[in-house]
């Protein structure tokens, strides 16, 4: 399946700043790329996606950024806060029919 | 809206035993998916269904694991016998039509396998 490398693996940031994760993908036919959160003990919940067709979108303190030609998305969070503490997924989907391949996951603490 | 319910939470087997996990997904949605989440890594899709019909289980392991989905709804993930690096959380996702976005995964929260 397709190779989705997502860095860092962990991200230490203080409240009020900002955190950044990068994914690149492999499959050049890849169209969907959403962006989940999971909490501990539960299952990961969808914050923002983005579309090949699109470059860039925001949602409040959260934006995507997508680089198509460079097989490049980034996930920024803006004014952070320590309920933003989670691990943060990327993932891009495949040619199979909508099922998604995820990054091994950054691990964001959110310090006070 | 209802979310997607998965049982049980939890479950802690001994090795060569077998067990089965259920998956309801939200009301309407066509695909349904079954997700392996070993600790510390993302997600690994095992199967697909688009209604009873199976899209993709090439990573599904079909020597030990099984699933259906008989009337297009719920969905039982089985793994017969489990050997000890099938401890993982096992995530239910659906998607469909209903959502704004019909590529959009809801998760379930997962059942947590410890096989011993």
């Known amino acids: 399946g397709e190779n989705v490398e997502q860095h860092p693996s962990t991200l230490s940031v203080q409240e009020g700043d900002s955190a950044v994760i990068k994914c690149t993908y492999s499959?050049?036919?890849?169209?969907?790329f959403p962006w989940y959160k999971q909490e501990l003990g539960k299952g990961p919940q969808l914050i923002i996606d983005i579309r090949s067709n699109v470059g860039e979108k925001k949602d409040q303190r959260i934006a995507v950024t997508l680089n198509k030609t460079a097989k490049h998305f980034s996930l920024h969070i803006t004014e952070t806060q320590p309920e933003d503490s989670a691990v943060y997924f990327c993932?891009?989907?495949?040619?199979?029919?909508?099922?998604?391949?995820f990054g091994k996951g950054t691990s964001l603490l959110v310090t006070p | 809206e209802a979310g997607v319910a998965q049982s049980p939470r939890y479950k802690i087997i001994e090795k060569r035993q077998s067990v089965a996990f259920w998956c309801n997904p939200i009301s309407g949605h066509a695909t349904l998916y079954w997700y392996q989440q070993i600790l510390g890594q993302g997600p690994k899709l095992l199967i697909q269904?688009?209604?009873?019909?199976?899209?993709?289980d090439s990573q599904l392991p079909k020597d030990r694991f099984s699933a259906e989905r008989l009337k297009g709804v719920d969905s039982t993930l089985k793994i017969q016998p489990a050997k000890l690096e099938d401890s993982a959380v096992y995530l239910c996702?659906?998607?469909?039509?209903?959502?704004?976005?019909?590529?959009?995964?809801?998760f379930g929260p997962g059942t947590r396998l410890t096989v011993l």
């Open positions: 269904f688009q209604n009873n019909g199976v899209v993709d």
């Open positions: 996702a659906s998607s469909g039509r209903t959502s704004p976005n019909y590529n959009e995964q809801f």
């Open positions: 499959d050049s036919a890849s169209n969907y």
């Open positions: 993932a891009a989907d495949s040619n199979s029919g909508y099922a998604l391949n």
